[in-house]
């Protein structure tokens, strides 16, 4: 069964960075689709970033940013301790929510990027940004 942990989370002030990891385990072939979602309170779950890991994937090493997050946040991945990074940058208030990782394994095209699209999760990390 697919477990994901994420970690890194916390509390920050505003222009801060934070580096979110995900350490993936129990497949038995990297996840051709990961990324990071988030949810603050009150609002619908959204796309921040995600990636096409090149494992049965389409556009291998492709990438999606959310509009909000271009320029400011990187998505990485370590294949070798199977781990996905986000690195936030110039962190801003509005960027506060519950950070999620999240893999899928099927075919898609384009990149996925959207949380009906992935079907496994972690549990989530604090990000907290104030100004």
């Known amino acids: 069964q697919v477990q994901l942990v994420e970690s890194g989370g916390g509390s920050v002030q505003a222009g801060g960075s934070l580096r979110l990891s995900c350490a993936a385990s129990?497949?038995?072939?990297?996840?051709?689709?990961m990324g990071w979602f988030r949810q603050a309170p009150g609002k619908e779950r959204e796309g921040v970033a995600t990636?096409?890991?090149?494992?049965?994937?389409?556009?291998?090493?492709?990438?999606y940013y959310a509009d909000s997050v271009k320029g400011r946040f990187t998505i990485s991945q370590d294949n070798a301790k199977n781990t996905l990074y986000l690195q936030m940058n110039s962190l801003k208030p509005e960027d506060t929510a519950m950070y999620y990782c999240?893999?899928?394994?099927?075919?898609?095209?384009?990149?996925?990027?959207?949380?009906?699209?992935?079907?496994?999760w972690g549990q989530g990390t604090q990000v907290t940004v104030s100004s």
């Open positions: 990636i096409s890991t090149g494992f049965f994937s389409t556009g291998a090493g492709s990438t």
């Open positions: 999240a893999a899928d394994f099927r075919r898609w095209f384009p990149l996925p990027h959207t949380p009906n699209q992935y079907n496994y």
């Open positions: 129990g497949y038995t072939y990297w996840p051709s689709y």
